[in-house]
């Protein structure tokens, strides 16, 4: 087995990561589950307005929750997640970024939230739910990272579930998931929420897409709808200037429609 280049100290202690073109700086593991260009993304669809609050299902050490806030003024983001460690970095990510008091890092189980959660209905949540079903594929040899992106317990469409009863009506859900989901994804959203879109991100032009944003608001009729998507890389692997302008310059994503 290939050793680590690192010591130990220094793996043991979080990388200090850029993100939006260095106006967001997150501590995260070394080892383990890391934030990426998912979580920018997601944050990037919502459209939610000044006093508004939201809750981030799964939240990590707040890479969503922490974009949400430094893009739109006035929100006020709840981070929900399991694993004490990552809620943690979360509540520490919030300090360093000067995001403590719209960020609240809130350490818990989603399908049987704190009283900080459990007490609220909220206009919008967005979640980035574990992408690989129990005992699927090859287990993570990191156990903060298997809990993290594999279902333990709480399947996606419980996960789902308990999203949207964290809702008031006529407020959004958002998720980014795997595309070959969509079919759970859709089966669970049914009986509670319509506007439906999904959100395609395209790898490459004329590759399939690998993820997906769904975006559904609480107790809504409409129809669902297919939006065009993002191509995210050039041919040779460079980010599109579209994927580049949400990335770098935290522009936004349209998802949710006003009238949905």
Known sequence: ???????????????????????????????????????MLLAATLAARPGERVLDAGAGVGAVALALARRLEGIVVD?????????????????RNGLEDRVHAVA????????????????????????????????APDAGRALARSERGLGLGSWIGCCLKRLAAGGTLTLVQRADRLGEILAALAPAAGGIVVFPL????????ERIIVGA????????RLAAGLVLHH????????????????????LHRESA
């Open 235 to 254: 041919a040779d692997g460079r980010y599109t200037e579209a994927a580049e302008a949400v990335l770098r310059h935290g522009a936004p994503l349209a």
């Open 202 to 209: 395209w790898p490459a032009a004329a590759r399939p897409a």
């Open 1 to 39: 087995m290939r050793g680590s280049s690192l010591a130990p100290a220094e793996a043991a202690a979080p990388s200090d990561d850029a993100f939006l073109g260095g106006r967001l700086q997150l501590l995260q593991p070394r080892r383990g589950y890391r934030a990426g260009s998912d979580a």
């Open 108 to 139: 818990g189980d989603l399908s049987s939230p704190p009283d900080a959660v459990a007490r609220r209905q909220y206009a919008h949540v967005v979640s980035n739910p574990p992408y690989h079903e129990a005992l699927a594929g090859r287990p």
């Open 79 to 95: 981070a929900l997640e399991l694993q004490p460690e990552l809620a943690a970095l979360a509540a520490e990510n919030a300090r």
């Open 217 to 224: 608001v609480k107790g809504s009729r409409a129809p669902l």
